[in-house]
T-cell receptor, first 113, second 114 residues
Framework: QQPVQSPQAVILREGEDAVINCSSSKALYSVHWYRQKHGEAPVFLMILLKGGEQKGHEKISASFNEKKQQSSLYLTASQLSYSGTYFCGTEERGDNAGNMLTFGGGTRLMVKP | NAGVTQTPKFRILKIGQSMTLQCTQDMNHNYMYWYRQDPGMGLKLIYYSVGAGITDKGEVPNGYNVSRSTTEDFPLRLELAAPSQTSVYFC?????????????FGPGTRLTVT
């Protein structure tokens, strides 16, 4: 079952902030965030691991609530270049470790001048 | 480093035809993946490989086959193409050790089956 992202779409003015949420019904090992621009491949933004470790983009912050299996991506002082579709990918790591991700349906973000 | 490369970029197939989508990575990554992305949707895992000679099914494997004879290459084979296989196909790779590691995506192959 894929994680649920909200909102599905958001429109911002340059300089405004946004929060994108990702929620799973399963116990997670990590949450990955990617951004995809139209017609391009997804690009890595951030990984959040169970236990609090983070790895990723300097200018983007995120949180991972292990108890609720929820993650949020925080985009502050948005720029035009932030426009695109944001996907979360969730990983459950059982016996078969391997970074298998289940992706959410995406959040479309548009930043206007 | 070229990263992950995919060929072809675009392809139109007729129903019942077959083809192979090529994927190569030059980062010495042990894990490789094939995803499909339908319009306006997220990515769905078709197959993955944890190393040369080892492959396994993902969420949507029906109608596809893979092989991995080398660390670098992970081709995806479509047999008897159907309109439902019209999609954008992304190959990705990752190095897996301890912890979690980002996946690097290729530019994609846009496939239309008519």
């Amino acid at each position: 079952q894929q994680p649920v992202q909200s909102p599905q779409a958001v429109i911002l003015r340059e300089g405004e902030d946004a929060v994108i949420n990702c929620s799973s019904s399963k116990a997670l090992y990590s949450v990955h965030w990617y951004r995809q621009k139209h017609g391009e491949a997804p690009v890595f933004l951030m990984i959040l691991l169970k236990g609090g470790e983070q790895k990723g983009h300097e200018k983007i912050s995120a949180s991972f609530n292990e108890k609720k299996q929820q993650s949020s991506l925080y985009l502050t002082a948005s720029q035009l270049s932030y426009s695109g579709t944001y996907f979360c990918g969730t990983e459950e790591r059982g016996d078969n470790a391997g970074n298998m991700l289940t992706f959410g349906g995406g959040t479309r973000l548009m930043v206007k001048p | 480093n070229a990263g992950v490369t995919q060929t072809p970029k675009f392809r139109i197939l007729k129903i019942g035809q077959s083809m192979t989508l090529q994927c190569t990575q030059d980062m010495n990554h042990n894990y490789m993946y094939w995803y499909r992305q339908d319009p306006g949707m997220g990515l769905k895992l078709i197959y993955y490989s944890v190393g040369a000679g080892i492959t396994d099914k993902g969420e949507v494997p029906n109608g596809y086959n893979v092989s991995r004879s080398t660390t670098e290459d992970f081709p995806l084979r479509l047999e008897l193409a159907a309109p439902s296989q019209t999609s954008v196909y992304f190959c990705a790779s990752s190095y897996i050790g301890t912890g979690a590691y980002e996946q690097y995506f290729g530019p994609g192959t846009r496939l239309t089956v008519t």
